[in-house]
């Protein structure tokens, strides 16, 4: 079970953090993503960790404002920073597990969804 938070609202340029706890004791045998959601428009790739957490992936348009992270030690939780916000990030965030191997980049190849944070920006 993945238990998504932090969002909120905040005026361009700020940041906010997002969290997702999850539940499984394995958590560190789950590839994770963030995805997001904005109004009328399809779900898309945000940012996505590899299971040890080593490798980091981006859509272009949020390198070098966000940073995926985990942590698999004690707190089995990924997190999302959010620098530099913009109104086009608008949106309901997501966090994902996937436990196969391959793309990080498609919906269909999470297996388990958090509930959504709603991060608005105001300009």
């Known amino acids: 079970q993945l238990q998504a938070s932090g969002g909120g609202l905040v005026q361009a340029g700020g940041s906010l953090r997002l969290s997702c706890a999850a539940s499984e004791r394995t958590f560190s045998n789950y590839a994770m993503g963030w995805f997001r959601q904005a109004p009328g428009k399809e779900r898309e790739f945000v940012a996505a960790i590899s299971r040890s957490g080593v490798s980091q992936y981006y859509v272009d348009s949020v390198k070098g404002r966000f940073t995926i992270s985990r942590d698999n030690a004690a707190k089995n939780t990924l997190y999302l920073q959010m620098n530099s916000l913009m109104p086009e990030d608008t949106a309901v965030y997501y966090c994902?597990?996937?436990?196969?191997?391959?793309?990080?980049?498609?919906?269909?190849?999470?297996?388990?969804w958090g509930q959504g944070t709603l991060v608005t920006v105001s300009s």
């Open positions: 994902a597990a996937k436990t196969g191997s391959g793309s990080y980049y498609f919906t269909e190849l999470y297996d388990y």
